[in-house]
């Protein structure tokens, strides 16, 4: 099915851990994003590319890194999971943000106790 | 992005229309005003955009003023699961920084 695959949908870390959020889309869409949404807030943009080989910093970056090595794929990497990285993790991607608007996955709930 | 300024919260009666307004009164001539919205726990979805003139789709219809000071997303007949938060973005199609910045959006609750 076309459309924009976060795995996982729910993940528990501990505070100092690594980890991986996935993010798959299979439009063959040029541009994606990440964002975060804490509870009763907004969306804030962390990371986006706008092509393969180039990604740059959205509004709260620290603390996340991402790679974008293929069209398909966007992974956010959280390098060492602090409490105030709890929330809801959202990857969107887009053929032409101006034509056609982004496609957002279904999220990641992501706790760090 | 020229800032948007929305209600944080309005109220509609089901098949009534609801008009979510937002004034970008800072806005540049190639800005266009872009519409999302956010089911509860969802992820955001695209409804509408436009230039300066009205738009209409299957889901809404976009009012913008002469001045383009200023929007109305039109909702005809709004239903139970119309109720979600409206997102209002304006900025330029095909500038760098190309992903979206969101604001607080209007907290739209459709009731029977």
């Known amino acids: 099915n076309a459309g924009v695959t976060q795995t996982p949908k729910f993940q528990v870390l501990k505070t100092g851990q690594s980890m991986t959020l996935q993010c798959a889309q299979d439009m063959n869409h040029e541009y994606m994003s990440w964002y975060r949404q804490d509870p009763g807030m907004g969306l804030r943009l962390i990371h986006y590319s706008v092509g393969a080989g180039i990604t740059d910093q959205g509004e709260v970056p620290n603390g996340y890194n991402v790679s974008r090595s293929t069209t398909e794929d966007f992974p956010l990497r959280l390098l060492s999971a602090a409490p105030s990285q709890t929330s809801v993790y959202f990857c969107?991607?887009?053929?032409?943000?101006?034509?056609?608007?982004?496609?957002f996955g279904s999220g990641t709930r992501l706790t760090v106790v | 992005d020229a800032k948007t300024t929305q209600p944080p919260s309005m109220d509609c009666a089901e098949g009534r229309a609801a008009n979510l307004p937002c004034n970008h009164s800072t806005i540049s001539g190639n800005e266009y005003v872009y519409w999302y919205r956010q089911i509860h726990s969802q992820g955001p979805q695209y409804i509408i955009h436009?230039?300066?003139n009205n738009e209409t789709n299957e889901m809404a219809s976009l009012i913008i003023t002469e001045d383009r000071k200023s929007s109305t997303l039109i909702l005809p007949h709004a239903t139970l699961r119309d109720t979600a938060v409206y997102y209002c973005?304006?900025?330029?199609?095909?500038?760098?920084?190309?992903?979206?910045?969101f604001g607080k959006g209007t907290t739209l609750s459709v009731s029977s």
């Open positions: 969107a991607s887009s053929y032409s943000p101006s034509n056609y608007g982004y496609t």
């Open positions: 973005i304006v900025r330029f199609p095909h500038q760098a920084g190309t992903a979206l910045i």
């Open positions: 436009g230039l300066k």
